[in-house]
């Protein structure tokens, strides 16, 4: 037995004689699976389970994660450890693994809610041996669950939480023999919301003493120290899309690969046969995350980089791309560009075509190619399953045309012949449709600017043009394929080819940098649109750069990501240290201001240390530094400007220090040399970051060293030449508006005291977020009526008037749905109320027009509509009043633009829309005043003088722009 570790827990030894059974349990299991497959009877079966076997064996084995806790139960006075897996022994199910629904009260339990928990109990070990016990007892101490037979007589029972399992006869974790794993139960998710507060402090504990921990090259698992909050975006459902906004060291990257694991186990029956999809931003970090899901027991996941997600074996990335390019190459009008530069492939002749069979010559007429070709368009799906249709079909017509010419055939040879003219090679369906590759296409038509002038149509300008040529390498395998080519190449192979493969499931990381074009490559293989992305706004450093969430997920081009939509958001830091956080969170205001702020949860060894020296020695004193912090295992990452990597290898080797380069040796040195956009996703016992200002660079891109700032465990260091290590400009102030400006003499200057008495703005969370999302996609194809504004516009505009008014999330939430149930009728209202919840519900249909009875003019279903306001609550006509005065500071708009022609274009009487919004502006004023009702009523008073008096209006005023 491994000696305890010097702990005063009174069931110290009795647990770690559990944990030494767990472990021989395991081997034994392991070398049954060896003997099984060298025992099968035939080959066949033989060889399948050894396929089997080998597969199981070659996992890589985590002793710490076989048995990591235990929880007893109140019910029955049952107890169950959890493991990484669940593991059998001759005293029955010795483990429980983690997915499985038994297991969930271990990650949920809280001092509120135990989930019928009496103990949760949690192990640190060390290579089997057992550091420490964490107890949470949630209530009584509970009986202990009676021991099968001992071998021999056990130690007397101590006065402690429940018995433990003895280190000669340990106690099954359930009371009879009959015990057995618990089937997986089908998982019904509750909305997705922001996390508001920190965990207990004893996951927090634990987790802290994990982070303790010498970082390594490769992520581990976090099975042992899951918190509640981590564990429920793991486990949720499987539709729709989940996305997943995490600040630095939030555990984001980790939850995604563990729910890749759960999925897969509790709808193995869906994932078994379709798999999952894991996509990462570089190769550097999927080698580093590659033994996460192996290690949980999964490995028919396809992991790979997003520059290898297109199936093109000889396509590898060889240059880099300037900024300008990457951006116009992530547009999603490079998805129709090259669509076209693949159909432009197809050659019909002007002039007639001679079809030589053996001796007979056959001539076909432009006009007969044209039609077979357009019918082989419409009937493939792709440029090769078109091919196969119109080879078949010119068989067809060649067959007929001679016959045309005589009824008699030719013997013997004719089909050889035949199929010669037509099939083989330089026949008459190579030259008109001719076999392609998607590299064959992109590099001919980016080598060619006649090509891309004939397929850019009106979509790209000359100058966009002139930005995707470039020289053709002199072979397809030289030719200098960058990053931003990969989605363009995926394209073009989905046009030749079809869609290769979707999966069951599809999870993206680091997804803040990706491009339309790259989101619709990764969402194109996602089945139904499940899929989970996670990242940081805050780290965005890719070509396109999106404000927020809601961004992203509208540049989709993939209507079933807009189905079941959910973003939440992770604001606890467990892996940054609370020094470094306070300093990188100081760029937040100035890269995303509307994120919250992580909230670090550990202190670090020492506050950041800023070394300044000369220029001469900047990356000779970064070496020292470096080395400086070597200690037993722990990682050093060195983050240099990109354009600095260079110099930095040659002056760590002038130094005698032996570091790797991300971009050839990986992780698998101690001290690593990158860039911050290689660092992304990676993490360091330390971090020395040299030449901050300059990874910034001139441009102040403060979102590089917001990355390079937070990948350290324990400490940082920034090595800097100038006298300080960066610059920032002074946040934007807020202009006091000169005395007397406002619109009345009253008016006050912005200071302290007229702040005091302003409305506090609600937090707008993840649901305000799915909103926006919603009501964009609901309305996308609306406009303003009259007008070529977009409908959401309005939506928008009504929102932004509630919240000024002192509304509430909810009240915002349903501004901006609050015409979705008159639009598409009442099962959206259910809908709502599902995903946003009752009150926005009950707000929106107050809001919504009562449906138009037959033979019923306009004018009466507003006297009902007007009536309904007059009894709804405070909430409801909080949203009619900013819907009414958006919409009548819009026809003062257009009034002044058109004039008496907007009446035209409104489809309405204009008496009935003067009568009815002069009747608002009466009732909001007596029922609902203040602020927005006084704006209502001199807007509509505005309104009906520029009605009465339009000719007047029109000549002497210039349009400008109103509310």
Known sequence: MVPPAGTAHPDHRAEQAYIELVHRADQERRERLERSAESAGDKVTAREMKRLAVQRLQQPVDQDALCFGRIDLEKDGKSWYLGRESIRGEQGLLVINWRVPAAEPFYTASKNDPHGLLLRRRFQTEHLRLLSIVDEPFGPKPAAPPAPAPVKPAPKPRAAPPTPPTPVAPPAPVPTPAAREPEPEPVVPEPVETEVSPPGQEIVDAILADMDRARGTEMRD???TIEARQYELISDGIDGMLVIQGGPGSGKTAIALHRAAWLLFNHKEQLERTGVLVVGPNRAFMEYVAKVLPSLGETAVNQTAIDRLPDLDEVRVRATEAQDVAVLKGDPRMAAFVGRAVEARVRVPKDPTEVHVGRTRVVIQPEDLAKVVERARREGRSYLAGRDGFRRRMFELVREQMAAISTRLPRGTFESDLNVAVAGRDGIVDRIWPTLTAPEVLRDLLGSRQRIKAVAGAELTVEEQALLYRERGRLL?????????????????????????????VLADEAQDLTPMQLRMVMRRATGGRATLVGDIAQSTGPWRFPDWTELVGAIDEPAAFVDLRI?????????????????????????????????????????RFVQVVEASLLSSAAAEAVRRIEGERTVGVIVPVDRMDDARVAFNEAGVQAGDIRTDGLSRQITLLSSEEAKGLEFDHVVVVDPAGIAGPAGEWAFLYVALTRATRTLTLVHATRQPFELDPEPEVQDEPAGSGDSPDAVNHDEEAFTVAPSAPALGPRFSEALMQAKFIHSAQRRRGTNIPYFAHLQAVSALVLEDGGSEDEAIAALLHDSVEDYGGDVLERIAHQFGSQVAVIVAGCTDPAPEEDQTWRELKMIHLRDLESAGPLVRRIALAEKLDNARALVREYRRSGERLWERMEVDSEDLLWYFAALADLFTTERPGDMASELGDTVARLLDLASTPDAELAGATPTPEG
Do not use: C, H, K
């Not at 969170?585 to 950041?608: K, M």
């Open 222 to 224: 976090i099975v042992a």
């Open 477 to 505: 395998r030289d030719e200098p394929w960058t990053a931003a080519d990969m989605p363009l190449l995926d394209e073009a192979d989905l046009a030749i080819r079809g869609l290769q493969r979707r999966y069951g499931y």
């Open 568 to 608: 939440a958001e992770l604001a606890i830091s467990y892996r940054v240290p609370a020094q470094i956080m306070d300093l990188a969170s100081s760029f937040l205001p100035r890269i995303a201001p509307n994120l919250t702020v992580p909230t670090a949860v550990r202190d670090g060894d020492e506050a950041p």
